[in-house]
């Protein structure tokens, strides 16, 4: 497990108790010794007006074919959550070195780093 891959995973709701299987980027290494990795949310559901912290995952564009996303995609970077490495159910793909650089940004940007 390494940062930039993508995985199925169980993800926190924001508003209600539950998880939902749902794919996520890996933002970390696994952490600790009970392991746990950083991870944000992926939506096929794209934003009417993406935010700032929002990467939309284009099946047109250069890296998305290594994602093995099925649909373009919304990475919602303001939607984070550290879930134990047994959360994650199947890795599904990788994103590219571009795509990597473009995160790294965008969360610099968003925790004012």
């Known amino acids: 497990m390494r940062p930039g891959e993508i995985y ?3 993800f926190p709701f924001g508003d209600v108790p539950g998880m939902k299987l749902r ?3 890996l933002l970390t290494r696994p952490l600790g010794t009970v392991p746990e990795v950083l991870v944000a949310y992926i939506s096929s559901v794209i934003p009417t007006r993406p935010l700032a912290s929002d990467l939309l ?3 047109t564009g250069s890296g998305f074919g290594s994602t093995n996303l099925k649909t373009p995609s919304a990475l919602r970077l303001h939607k984070l959550a550290t879930i134990h490495c047994s959360s994650l159910a199947r890795y599904l793909g990788v994103v590219d070195s571009q795509i990597q650089n473009i995160v790294a940004s965008k969360l610099r940007e968003l925790l004012q780093l």
Do not use: E, I
Request: glycine share 0%; proline share 22%; charged share 20%.
């Open 8 to 10: 199925l995973a169980k």
């Open 23 to 25: 794919p996520v980027l």
């Open 57 to 59: 995952l284009d099946p």
